[in-house]
């Protein structure tokens, strides 16, 4: 029932659910982050750099995974260096992963009590969400791919609509001039922006659990490169409709430059809410499937039953997201995760490709 050998994805499965794993709350916020590093309009510039960036990660974190069919990155590392230092690496990805869930689920929780439920219990929040995600995970990635199908173009579409309309107030003075300051305040952002497409590393969990792993080149950088399309258009909205003076004075960018403007006529005349309600259920696609590579992560890792693990991880996860005492906190965390995140390639991936090609060379001289 739970994490079977044959709870397999489709192609297209992965395709979202790479999508789901990196969009996130960082819609909500990456305007500001970004802008506040290059202090000059051409913040987006710098997240498709950090784009392009994270697309060859991803190839080379994909053609890893690729070599070991079947397997993901918590069984192939022990394959590649050994049971100690493998487990050692494994454990690294899980505290990653968790890490990134908690932020996740008190992001959402955060949101929704700042914009829907005012005044109730962070922690009546986080709850519940936890305990449903927990719920969705021991149903195996299959189920949770397909939660994710169902969201994911509803999720889209309103993304899509919300900056479609807000287009009203966009004025093209706001991103000019283009590289006025030169390259180095681009570059300079080239970090911050590198930094909001955490969650890219669950590639190499995906490409385990693939009906067709020769398809998962394709298959990841297409998965990885919807965000990056989508993150580079919100900038360019968002900066473009508020300024970069009203960006950097804003907690919640996109949300305000929703509440900035009124449609009559339709059903929502103000589209902040629509938006916040479908995009609660995005996030909370990518705290599950944080939750579930934490929980794989975990059982593979010591031998533990899967949900003994999903469940037991549940009051920790809980604890961990009430961590940050204070919004300032929870942003502070989420540097430090993209820190974690260029570390975690540095010291895991990195190492893994170079020592399994140093050995491969070595076993075909030996042939």
């Known amino acids: 029932m739970f994490t079977r050998s044959d709870d397999k994805i489709t192609t297209s499965q992965a395709v979202v659910f790479l999508t789901d794993s990196i969009l996130g709350a ?7 982050d970004i802008t506040e590093k290059v202090k000059t309009p051409d913040a987006w510039l710098s997240v498709l750099l950090g784009g392009v960036v994270i697309l060859l990660v991803v190839w080379v974190m994909t053609k890893l995974s690729q070599q070991f069919p079947g397997k993901t990155i918590f069984e192939y590392a022990r394959s590649i260096v050994g049971k100690i230092p493998g487990s050692m690496m494994s454990l690294l990805m899980v505290i990653y992963f968790l890490v990134i869930a908690g932020f996740e689920i008190r992001i959402l929780a955060e949101v929704n009590i700042f914009y829907l439920l005012e005044g109730t219990p962070v922690w009546a929040v986080i709850i519940p969400f936890i305990w449903t995600g927990a719920y969705l995970a021991s149903g195996g990635i299959n189920c949770i791919a397909r939660l994710f199908q169902i969201i994911f173009p509803i999720s889209i579409f309103i993304l899509l609509l919300s900056f479609l309309l807000s287009m009203r107030l966009f004025e093209i003075d706001h991103l000019r001039p283009f590289l006025g300051d030169g390259l180095p305040p681009v570059l300079n952002g080239l970090k911050s922006s590198i930094l909001i497409y955490t969650g890219f590393e669950i590639v190499m969990v995906l490409v385990g659990h693939m009906q067709h792993p020769e398809k998962a080149v394709k298959t990841m950088l297409l998965g990885a490169g919807i965000p990056i399309i989508l993150y580079v258009f919100a900038t360019m909205i968002v900066v473009g409709g508020m300024s970069i003076s009203a960006v950097l004075r804003s907690t919640w960018p996109t949300l305000d430059l929703l509440r900035s403007f009124e449609i009559t006529g339709l059903f929502f005349e103000r589209f902040e809410f629509p938006f916040l309600v479908i995009w609660m259920m995005q996030m909370f696609c990518n705290f599950c499937s944080q939750f579930f590579v934490t929980s794989l992560g975990l059982s593979k890792t010591f031998g533990i039953k899967f949900p003994i693990v999903l469940f037991a991880l549940m009051p920790i996860l809980f604890l961990a997201a009430l961590i940050p005492r204070t919004m300032n906190d929870l942003f502070t965390l989420g540097g430090a995760i993209g820190y974690m995140s260029v570390f975690l390639f540095v010291l895991v991936t ?18």
């Open 350 to 367: 990195v190492p893994l490709c170079l020592i399994y090609l140093i050995r491969k060379k070595g076993l075909r001289k030996h042939a």
């Open 26 to 32: 960082g819609i909500l916020t990456m305007p500001r």
